[in-house]
């Protein structure tokens, strides 16, 4: 039986894509405020500023390509039983040809009623025009999850954490909660491997093989750390 290998992503790994990461922007992306296009409250004040912001995003990842972090992590699933959790809305994962992505923020090519949560629609990469309705009649809203909401895959993703074998984040600051508490479901004998360019400070006592390359670096040097530790003899 294969080794679980849970892969908890964030911004980093992307970013390698052209795609921009969210912290260290200064608190504004393209000249937008964070605090009003990612939030509930933002939404609630002007949507309209809102729809544009992701139309923009969306636009910018129809154009980007998986990097090769992206496809190292897809590779590894001929050895092990990789399930990434990505705090990522794009889509660069799947593109990549990893088969099990869950999204904790949810997804750009999405959308969503503004009363529902489950009632979703593929969009793809088009853009959401201004008062564009959903099924249920209510205004379509990109499938994203807000500060100021609940992160409902938040609790799947902390049962795949405690089934993990191997544990390996990959561009996250961890500063970023729920998804930073997720290593504390982790069981205290899995290895875990931290990528990040960046140092990385971390309140729990684990031990932690910090790897400090940019995502598509890292990447080739855990998947050799990996295959020797669990393949050689």
Known sequence: MKKRLVVLTGAGISAESGLQV?????????????????????????????QEFYNQRRAELEKAEPNAAHKIL????SDFDVQIITQNVDNLHERAGSTKVLHLHGELTKARSSINPDEICEIGYRPIEHGEKSNDGTI?????????????????AA???KT??????VGTSLNVYPAASLLVYARRDVPIYLIDPNEVTYAEDRDITFIR???????EQVRE?????FFEN
């Open 22 to 50: 969210f912290r260290g922007s200064g608190g504004m992306w393209n000249d937008y405020d964070v605090s009003v296009v990612a939030s509930i409250d933002g939404w609630h004040s002007d949507p309209a500023l809102v």
């Open 213 to 219: 390359e940019k995502a598509t670096v890292g990447m």
């Open 225 to 229: 750390l990996l295959l020797r530790k």
């Open 159 to 161: 049962n795949l954490a």
């Open 74 to 77: 897809a590779e590894l699933e």
């Open 140 to 156: 379509l809203r990109p499938n994203i999850v807000w500060f100021g909401e609940d992160v409902p895959m938040i609790y799947p």
């Open 164 to 169: 993990a074998d191997i544990l390996l984040i």
